[in-house]
């Protein structure tokens, strides 16, 4: 559906093996050095969804399509990333090229795998790669600036409110906080997206630890999860190599694995609930004998843009929204149902799509 979340870090972190686990492949090297992960790997995860399968059953579908996000794995990033060390300038324009980043921060001991800064202290690993990114902002705002002053003197409207964006930001990006704390108007959001800084994605903050604490987390995560709270960003805590063993059992050996290890279910599941609320993701449904299926679609898509999803005629033409809920398409047993009990609703352009709402679009060819 093209919605990518980087997956980022320090090298030897896990976050290839993280990766490689997610996507079940082991197209992305797990090696114990730096900048094995020189080409950014991209996977793409079917994201599990119950709901799914229950409209299937019910509407007897020949196929059951789940909608997909992409992950993709980011090589190892150092101090100085901003200024071409390491492999700076790639890290940061595959950076640009994702909805969100997720920080995959190493909250685990062992002397068998070598901390590229010597120490094991997730703030300061996660403090080096945001620094990085403001830095290049920083840069960024700083060369675009004298053009944009000098087009807004000219009473041009868009530099004028870019221009206002721009200050706005500056001083929290030299106070070293990220572009995406900056409190904005509706006027100026346009304005702040089309910057494209890499401190205004959304954060998730994975803490990478052994077996043993991956059902009650420790120490190095509750002080990740404090600083997650100040700064209103996700955080998850997931053992790598517990999910790259998950990978390589069947299904019945993964729930005796989980319940041995105090996990209700694989990190995997955690981690694209938790991906879905950072980017403010919702899923739609269409179900029918041919086939039943999840779009994805941002919260606060109308009807014509979601019906777009599925194909641009649907949208261009589009005339009205067949819509039922999901526990009424369940409830009534189907579309059939839900008509006659009065639960189908005929939706127009102004129709905000909901979460787990079912869809038949109806357009003008």
């Not at 020189?38 to 059953?57: K, Q, T």
């Not at 000219?154 to 070293?176: F, H, M, W, Y």
């Given at each position: 559906?093209?919605?990518?979340?980087?997956?980022?870090?320090?090298?030897?972190?896990?976050?290839?093996?993280?990766?490689?686990?997610l996507?079940?492949?082991?197209?992305?090297?797990?090696?114990?050095?730096?900048?094995?992960?020189?080409?950014?790997?991209?996977?793409?995860?079917?994201?599990?969804?119950?709901?799914?399968?229950v409209?299937?059953?019910?509407?007897?579908?020949?196929?059951?399509?789940?909608?997909?996000?992409?992950?993709?794995?980011?090589?190892?990033?150092v101090?100085?990333?901003?200024?071409?060390?390491?492999?700076?300038?790639?890290?940061?324009?595959?950076?640009?090229?994702?909805?969100?980043?997720?920080?995959?921060?190493?909250?685990?001991e062992?002397?068998?795998?070598?901390?590229?800064?010597?120490?094991?202290?997730?703030?300061?690993?996660?403090?080096?790669?945001?620094?990085?990114?403001?830095?290049?902002?920083?840069?960024?705002?700083?060369?675009?600036?004298?053009?944009?002053?000098?087009?807004?003197?000219?009473?041009d409207?868009?530099?004028?409110?870019?221009?206002?964006?721009?200050?706005?930001?500056l001083?929290?990006?030299?106070?070293?906080?990220?572009?995406?704390?900056?409190?904005?108007?509706?006027?100026?959001k346009?304005?702040?997206?089309?910057?494209q800084?890499?401190?205004?994605?959304?954060?998730?903050?994975?803490?990478?630890?052994?077996?043993?604490?991956?059902?009650?987390?420790?120490?190095?995560?509750?002080?990740?999860?404090?600083?997650?709270?100040?700064?209103?960003?996700?955080?998850?805590?997931?053992?790598?190599?517990?999910?790259?063993?998950?990978?390589?059992?069947?299904?019945e050996?993964?729930?005796?694995?989980?319940?041995?290890?105090?996990?209700?279910?694989?990190?995997?599941?955690?981690?694209?609930?938790?991906?879905?609320?950072?980017?403010?993701?919702?899923?739609?449904?269409?179900?029918?004998?041919?086939e039943?299926?999840?779009?994805?679609?941002?919260?606060?898509?109308?009807?014509?843009?979601?019906?777009?999803?599925?194909?641009?005629?649907?949208?261009?033409?589009?005339?009205?929204?067949?819509?039922?809920?999901?526990?009424?398409?369940?409830?009534?047993?189907?579309?059939?149902?839900?008509?006659?009990?009065?639960?189908?609703?005929?939706?127009?352009?102004?129709?905000?799509?909901?979460?787990?709402?079912?869809?038949?679009?109806?357009?003008?060819?």
């Amino acid at each position: 559906m093209g919605f990518k979340s980087g997956i980022v870090g320090l090298p030897n972190v896990g976050k290839s093996t993280l990766f490689n686990a997610l996507v079940q492949a082991a197209a992305a090297q797990a090696e114990n050095y730096p900048f094995c992960t020189i080409e950014p790997n991209v996977g793409e995860v079917a994201v599990p969804d119950p709901r799914l399968h229950v409209l299937s059953r019910i509407s007897g579908s020949a196929l059951t399509l789940p909608t997909r996000l992409t992950f993709v794995d980011i090589a190892g990033l150092v101090k100085g990333a901003s200024k071409g060390e390491g492999l700076g300038n790639k890290f940061l324009s595959h950076i640009r090229e994702v909805d969100a980043v997720i920080y995959v921060l190493r909250c685990f001991e062992d002397d068998d795998v070598t901390h590229v800064e010597g120490r094991i202290d997730p703030l300061s690993d996660a403090e080096i790669v945001e620094t990085e990114l403001m830095l290049a902002d920083l840069e960024s705002l700083e060369r675009r600036l004298p053009a944009l002053e000098k087009k807004a003197k000219g009473n041009d409207k868009e530099a004028k409110l870019t221009v206002s964006v721009i200050r706005k930001i500056l001083p929290l990006l030299q106070d070293g906080r990220p572009a995406r704390l900056v409190d904005l108007t509706d006027e100026e959001k346009p304005a702040f997206q089309a910057l494209q800084l890499l401190t205004a994605k959304p954060v998730l903050y994975v803490c990478n630890v052994d077996e043993e604490t991956a059902a009650s987390g420790n120490e190095l995560t509750k002080a990740v999860e404090e600083i997650a709270a100040q700064e209103g960003a996700g955080v998850i805590v997931i053992s790598a190599k517990i999910e790259a063993e998950l990978v390589q059992l069947s299904d019945e050996e993964r729930q005796d694995y989980l319940a041995d290890l105090g996990l209700a279910e694989p990190g995997l599941n955690r981690l694209i609930r938790a991906g879905y609320e950072l980017l403010n993701l919702v899923t739609y449904f269409t179900s029918g004998p041919k086939e039943t299926r999840a779009w994805t679609v941002r919260q606060g898509t109308k009807a014509p843009q979601a019906a777009g999803v599925i194909h641009t005629d649907f949208e261009k033409g589009f005339i009205r929204a067949e819509t039922i809920g999901y526990e009424d398409y369940v409830s009534c047993n189907g579309e059939a149902g839900a008509r006659d009990a009065g639960k189908l609703r005929l939706e127009g352009k102004d129709y905000v799509v909901q979460d787990g709402d079912v869809l038949h679009f109806r357009f003008a060819n």
